[in-house]
């Protein structure tokens, strides 16, 4: 067990996935040992210093919950209008995001945990849940390619469902790779603070004959005078554990001593007897390396809070750049919309003018109305949509959602948009991957989640040997030998009371004793169980690792297949769009010299309508698609200006240079 373990360190430190060494980036690692806290959420702990003893027993604090307003926005709003970049929206949302903040908080807790099992606990948990952005009304369902008419009859008003396109939910994603049942605990973690344990109270007794005497009352040795004894019990133990599994219990008291004396005794310390235990594990508890594992695995676990914010950067960037971009694409569908509603109030104009020359029938008008009736239903379904989004986009940006005092009731104008460049970065797909395995947080944190199994499992390991303790004990006024010595704490870092706290002997015994204790179980199943399925767990953590490395590489591969089809999409609608124009001014001239009808221009005008949508479709698949390549690469923040330090902080500067390569 312990070869495979060590086999599996070995494997970690490579960091091999697929059996190809990836090299973890330079930005990666430094976001797994970056410190940085946010003063927000760090607690505030009692002096530890020496003169201020007791407020080490005080409890910490911790700021409370800042709910304030979006104070960066007030810079972007003008007459009313919130004017927004993508950069000040992806700032805003990490300034502002509550699932952002929530990440900052896990930072802290796990800097408690470290705390915790410095003092010999053991480990509460960490949060390996991220939260995904809400799609928006530009996900999935949305009416965006279908809210122009296409049919015979595109008179006919298209009406949408809009209240299930409100998508505000999000959706969380476990990534941890441990499942859902923990790691045995092991032996006994010494408590590493030193603990004082003791009780001092008054005692009253009346004194009797066979108190004072060996043999009872008789005739040659007659009662005492009845006298009352008042004195003071005083009972002390100091007890400290050490990284090597060593304890030392040093022991004070007086009961004896006292108890049986013939006098008041108001001085506890007159007569103590004073007994010192030390106790060395030779097997089982023996060793640093399982005595620090949770403070080893906490301090991992910190390690993997940073790169798990780090992942929430992304998933929330990633969802404010879509939610961004489709209020662009919305925006511009607006646009067309509202062309589209003009064309159909010129074509009604022409047509009622024509109908009062006598030139055109009355129907001809009719079907005019019934295209301008539903080109207005459709820029005002357009409309809702982008009413709709903004709300969800306000919602990313701001603690308070769309009720923020600076953000609430204003109209969002998208001040960038979709550049599309003539072509896309041509990278091999082989350097993509590569790039992936090593810049991406969420497979780094799985790996180190493993690492922590295999310490987990080197303490569950050592649980199979038996308990072969060797102690030395020391009594200045002792009687009787040590009781057996409990090693360790229950992983509270409290230790119960020493069992020999309390016992004392004659006035002139000093005692010496060493020797061995032992708890050997004949049979050993519970110990042997545990071992077997933490390291079945490892093992299945390992292949959730890299089943992990496989999904990365499936998400890039597919990211760059869905990037060449939004390409090539984008480039058939931008041409049936032309061709589409150009069949509407072929059906408009045809009509001014009768060889037209007026019900097939507005056939033309609607399916350009369509045609236009479906461009402002394609743009936005597009975009979406070039910053899903992004995130699947694993240097969507890098490429808009993002930072780990300044997004943990919640302070983004107001001028950003990010490398845009779209």
């Known amino acids: 067990m312990r070869t495979l373990a060590y086999a599996c360190c070995l494997l970690l430190a490579s960091y091999k996935v697929s059996g190809q060494q990836q090299k973890i980036t330079p930005e990666l690692k430094g976001i797994e040992h970056d410190s940085t806290v946010s003063p927000e959420a760090k607690p505030n702990y009692p002096s530890t210093s020496v003169f201020h003893f007791g407020a080490q027993y005080r409890s910490p604090t911790a700021p409370a919950l800042p709910l304030g307003p979006a104070n960066r926005a007030r810079t972007l709003v003008r007459s009313g209008t919130l004017f927004l970049s993508l950069y000040d929206a992806l700032a ?15 930072l802290t807790i796990a800097g408690t945990e470290s705390l915790r099992a410095s003092g010999g606990g053991n480990l509460r948990g960490t949060d390996f849940s991220v939260e995904e952005s809400p799609t928006g009304v530009g996900g999935p369902g949305s009416p965006l390619l279908n809210s122009a008419a296409s049919t015979v009859t595109p008179s006919t008003p298209t009406v949408n469902d809009l209240t299930s396109l409100n998508i505000l939910s999000e959706t969380p994603s476990n990534l941890s790779v441990q499942g859902p049942f923990g ?39 007659p009662l005492p005078a009845a006298n009352t004894l008042n004195f ?53 508890g023996r060793g640093s390396a399982v005595n620090l594992r949770f403070l080893r695995i906490a301090n991992v676990n910190q390690r993997v809070s940073r790169l798990l914010f780090d992942q929430q950067l992304i998933s929330t960037v990633y969802g404010v750049s879509r939610l961004y971009y489709d209020l662009v694409s919305l925006n511009e569908n607006v646009q067309v919309k509202r062309e589209s509603l003009a064309a159909a109030r010129r074509l009604l104009e022409d047509n009622r003018a024509q109908v009062e020359q006598g030139t055109l029938a009355p129907l001809e008008l009719t079907r005019a109305q019934s295209l301008l009736s539903s080109s207005e239903l459709d820029l005002i379904q357009a409309e809702g949509l982008v009413h709709q989004q903004e709300v969800i986009l306000k919602t ?55 690492e922590s199994g295999l310490i987990s499992l080197q303490g569950s390991q050592n649980a199979t040997k038996p308990e ?9 006024r002792g009687f009787a030998e040590s009781p057996f010595v409990s090693l360790g704490t229950p992983g509270t870092g409290l230790i119960g009371a020493p069992g020999d706290l309390g016992i004392s ?31 079945l767990q490892v093992r299945q953590a390992q292949a959730r690792t890299q089943l992990l490395a496989n999904q990365v590489r499936e998400q890039v591969e597919n990211a760059v297949i869905a990037l060449q089809t939004a390409r090539s999409a984008l480039n058939a609608a931008v041409e049936s769009r032309r061709y589409q124009e150009q069949l509407v001014e072929a059906e408009r001239d045809k009509l001014t010299v009768g060889a037209s009808t007026n019900l097939l221009v507005i056939q033309q005008q609607s399916y350009l309508a369509q045609a236009r949508s479906t461009e402002v479709a394609s743009r936005s698949v597009w975009i979406k698609a070039r910053v899903a390549l992004d995130r699947a690469v694993g240097n969507l923040l890098e490429k808009n200006g993002i930072t780990y330090s300044d997004s943990v902080l919640g302070e983004l500067p107001q001028q950003a240079n990010p490398t845009k390569k779209q």
């Open 396 to 450: 990313q940006l701001a603690r308070q959602g769309s009720a923020d005092p600076i953000l609430a009731g204003l109209p969002i104008v998208p001040t960038d948009p979709i550049y599309i460049p003539p072509q896309d970065e041509s990278s091999p797909l082989s350097q993509l991957v590569n790039t992936a395995l090593g810049a991406r947080p969420d497979l780094l944190q799985a790996t180190l989640q493993v």
């Open 505 to 535: 002997g004659l006035r002139t015994s000093k005692v010496y004793q060493a020797g061995i204790q032992l708890n050997l179980p004949l049979r050993n199943h519970v110990a042997e169980a545990d071992a077997a399925r933490d390291l």
């Open 468 to 476: 072969v303790d060797l102690i030395g004990n020391f009594q200045t």
């Open 232 to 284: 003071i019990t005083a009972n002390y133990a100091l007890v400290e554990g050490f990284r090597y599994g060593t304890q030392v219990e040093v022991d004070v008291n007086n009961v004896t001593q006292t108890l049986y004396g013939n006098s008041s005794h108001y001085d506890p310390f007159k007569a103590p007897n004073t007994s010192v235990t030390v106790t060395q594990p030779l097997l089982r």
């Open 183 to 221: 790691f045995s605990l092991g032996p006994p973690i010494p408590t590493f603070q030193p603990t004082l344990v003791g009780q001092s109270s008054f005692f009253n007794r009346a004194n009797s004959a066979f108190l004072t005497t060996t043999g009872g009352p008789t005739s040659a040795s």
């Open 92 to 106: 805003l949302a990490i300034e502002n995001n509550l699932d952002v903040e929530v990440g900052r908080y896990n």
